[in-house]
Structure formats: structure tokens, C-alpha cells
């Protein structure tokens, strides 16, 4: 079923970095490259005109990345805002992409403040992007905290954003929130994963093809944010069936590879823990 030919980057990128017109080296592997100074932002190309833009927190010991990622198109969509208070530091960020009115959809895994955060400060200054997020999310949140109305998809419903056609899965508390969906672009087999494979650290690198499932269970030892619903295996395995070759983590570093087996993976992990008391969450301020 995922023997297609691999994905040909048009670009022609290794990890293309994003960089300020006003210190551009020789060559983007030459250094790391930050958007914005003070705060470490990054933006990075992990994928065919996929932009990671990555913020460090300072939120658990060793650190934390809020990551938002921009996809390049005739209608260029933004999944995952950030939070509210990182709007000015994401907003520039997306600025070294292209010119932030462009943006024609902004929606998120699931409906909490680094996946929304930033929500109407976005529509205030895209004023033709259209909110989106699962049905039931829409009905529940969205479409009360938007300051537009937002568009609710269902399950497996697809969309074109130019070039691309989109896909959203709804994934009920797979890892958590009732309304959580994860959204597919199928030109580059990228999956949007939101919280899956959620990495502890401040310092990762943009996109990895080593694997992430050890680092993940660790801030899940440390924090263990599954709902553990009776569907997860069976939801994943679906994910598993989409044959992704990257995974646009929202927390930590992208990972580009064999995507089927690191979610089989995954899988098999959650299963191993079945009826295991889940660790007492931080108390942490983002």
C-alpha cells in the first residue's frame, strides 16, 4: 500500500533554513540561523515548502519548542498559532516566508492555547483566512473564541489549497481533546500530528530521521498527556495506513522516514502500558 515512489522535493532543499536578508552566509549549513534573536525562533523547510517555525520555552527543565508550521501555496495555510503572547515573535516569522495577509486558512490540531492561542490576533492581520478546525471543535470552541466564523471538517474530508490537497482525520483523544484531528498534505506524505511524538528540549534539530519515539515516552514518563482511549491503536494504525514519510511534530523536532513504522510503533508501546497509572502532570507556566 506505501510503495509509491519516493517524495521529489521541488525545492531541492536538505532542511532549507530561512534566512535574515541581513546575514545571509554562503551557505545555510554553514551556521544556525535564528528569525529572531532574543527569543531563538527558527524557521526551517522540513518538507517541500512545509516551514517549521519554531519557538523555545523555558516551561520544564531542559526546555520546550512550540512549533507552527506554514505551507506555501495559492492559499497558504498555518497550523498551529502558538500562543497568544508569542503572536509578534510567529507573525515575524512567518514574514521571512511571505507577507502574513496571504494566509487563507489557520487551524489547529485541537482546541487549547498553543494550538489557537494566537487565533484572532491572526485574523485581524489575514483578513481573508478562514478559521478551521474538527466539526465538533468548531461547534464546541471555535466558532465562540474566532472573531470569524470558522470551517468544521469531518472526518476524512479533503480540500485544495492550490497545488495540494489536504486531508483531516479526526482522531477523538488520540493523544487527547475530544476534538482532536490531525490534518494530511498528500503531495508530500506530511502529517500534521499535533501532541504525537510530543520531545522535551529547547535544542532540537529542525528535522531528524533518527528515531523519536524514546525521547517522546520520556516527556510522557514525565508528563503523560494520552488520554488512553479504547480507539488509539486502531486510530493510529489508521494514521499508519496514509504511508507518511515526514511528521510535522508540534513539539520537538520534525521527523522524516519510515512514518508507518514509528506509528506501529507507537502502537505497540501504548498497548505494552495498558492499565498503568499515568504520572501526576507539572505544574509548569508557559
Not at 545571509?24 to 529572531?36: F, G, L, W, Y
Not at 495577509?101 to 485574523?123: P, T, V
Request: glycine share 10%; proline share 6%.
Amino acid at each position: 500500500m506505501c510503495n509509491e515512489e519516493p517524495v521529489r522535493y521541488t525545492s531541492g532543499y536538505q532542511t532549507r533554513t530561512i534566512v535574515h536578508k541581513a546575514v545571509r552566509p554562503k551557505s545555510t549549513e554553514e551556521c544556525k540561523v535564528i528569525a529572531n534573536q532574543e527569543t531563538g525562533t527558527r524557521v526551517d523547510e522540513v518538507a517541500a515548502e512545509i516551514y517549521r517555525i519554531c519557538t523555545p520555552l523555558n516551561v520544564i527543565p531542559g526546555g520546550f519548542t512550540i512549533n507552527s508550521y506554514l505551507v506555501a501555496d495559492d492559499e497558504p495555510l498555518l497550523f498551529h498559532t502558538g500562543y497568544k503572547k508569542l503572536f509578534p515573535i510567529t507573525l515575524e516569522a512567518i514574514g521571512k516566508v511571505m507577507p502574513v495577509e496571504k494566509l487563507r486558512w489557520i487551524g489547529g490540531s485541537h482546541f487549547e492555547g498553543d494550538e489557537f492561542g494566537a487565533l484572532n490576533d491572526f485574523l485581524g492581520v489575514a483578513p481573508e483566512a478562514t478559521p478551521f478546525g474538527a466539526e465538533i471543535g468548531v461547534l464546541t470552541s471555535l466558532n465562540d473564541f474566532a472573531t470569524r466564523p470558522a470551517r468544521g471538517f469531518v472526518d476524512g474530508e479533503e480540500f485544495y489549497i492550490g497545488s495540494r490537497r489536504m486531508k483531516w482525520l479526526y482522531t477523538p483523544h488520540v493523544p487527547h481533546g475530544w476534538d482532536c484531528g490531525i490534518l494530511f498534505d498528500q503531495s508530500t506524505r506530511t502529517l500534521f500530528c499535533g501532541d504525537l511524538f510530543t520531545q522535551p528540549g529547547a535544542n532540537m534539530p529542525p528535522v531528524t530521521e533518527s528515531e523519536v519515539l524514546t525521547a517522546s515516552e520520556g516527556m510522557r514518563e514525565m508528563m503523560d498527556y494520552y488520554a488512553h482511549a479504547t480507539s488509539t491503536t486502531a486510530i493510529l494504525e489508521r494514521l499508519a495506513g496514509l504511508c507518511p514519510s515526514t511528521l510535522a511534530c508540534q513539539h520537538g523536532s520534525a521527523y522524516r522516514g519510515d512514518g508507518v513504522a514509528l506509528l506501529r510503533e507507537l502502537a505497540a508501546t501504548l498497548e505494552k502500558g495498558k492499565g498503568t497509572l499515568s504520572t501526576p502532570p507539572l505544574a509548569v507556566a508557559a
